[in-house]
C-alpha cells in the first residue's frame, strides 16, 4: 500500500530541505554555469528533471532484477554511470533535433549531465541510503530534480538583476554570484523547521 504522507515527506524533503544543490552541494557545475539566463536555467532544469527522474527508476530495476540477481552490486557505480549516460545521449540528441537554440545555448554543460554527481548521488542515496521502493524512488529523484531546477532558476533571477545592479569591480563576477548562491542557500536553511 502506498503511503501518501510518506511520499508527500520524501518530496519535500528532496526539493526543499535536501535539497542537492543548496544543501548537499550536489550538481554546482552546471548550477553556477547555466544560470546566466532564466531560459537556459529552465532547460536546464527540464533536461535534469528527465534525466534524473528516468536514471532513477532504470537504475533501481537494474539494481533489483539484475545487479542482486547475479550477485554484481559491486558493478552498480559504473553501470549507473552508463545508464545515466545513455539518457544524457538521448536528451541531448532530442533537444539538437527539436530545440537547436537551447541546444547550443547549453552548449557544453549538456554531456556534463553524465559527470553530474546529483544525478549519480540521487540514484545511490534512493538504493543504497534510504533503501527506497521504486514508487519512493521515483518520487525522491524526480522531486530532487525539482529542487535542482528550483534552485537554478533561483539564481538565474538573481543573476539577470544583478546585470542592472551596479556592483563594484572586484565583486562582479564569480564573487558576486557566489554571494547569491549562498544567501539563497542560507534562505533554504528556513525550510528545515518543516515537520510532518
Known amino acids: 500500500m502506498i503511503d501518501i504522507k510518506s511520499l508527500l515527506v520524501i518530496a519535500i524533503s528532496a526539493m526543499l530541505t535536501e535539497n542537492f544543490v543548496l544543501s548537499r552541494f550536489m550538481g554546482i557545475c552546471p548550477f553556477l554555469g547555466v544560470s546566466k539566463k532564466t531560459s537556459t536555467a529552465v532547460g536546464m532544469g527540464m533536461a535534469v528533471t528527465f534525466v534524473m527522474t528516468l536514471a532513477g527508476i532504470a537504475t533501481w530495476l537494474i539494481q533489483h532484477y539484475i545487479l542482486v540477481q547475479f550477485h554484481l552490486e559491486y558493478m552498480k557505480t559504473i553501470v549507473f554511470i552508463f545508464v545515466i549516460a545513455a539518457l544524457v545521449q538521448f536528451v541531448e540528441m532530442a533537444l539538437q533535433r527539436f530545440s537547436p537554440a537551447l541546444y547550443t545555448a547549453l552548449g557544453i554543460y549538456l554531456p556534463l549531465i553524465t559527470t553530474n554527481c546529483a544525478v549519480l548521488g540521487a540514484v545511490l542515496l534512493a538504493i543504497d541510503t534510504y533503501n527506497y521502493n521504486l514508487i519512493e524512488t521515483i518520487v525522491f529523484n524526480m522531486f530532487a530534480a525539482i529542487g535542482f531546477t528550483i534552485a537554478i532558476i533561483l539564481l538565474s533571477g538573481v543573476r539577470e538583476r544583478l ?34
Open 163 to 196: 546585470e542592472e545592479a551596479k556592483i563594484p569591480s572586484f565583486m562582479q563576477g564569480l564573487p558576486i554570484v557566489m554571494i547569491s548562491a549562498a544567501l539563497i542557500s542560507i534562505a533554504f536553511l528556513g525550510f528545515q523547521g518543516l515537520s510532518f
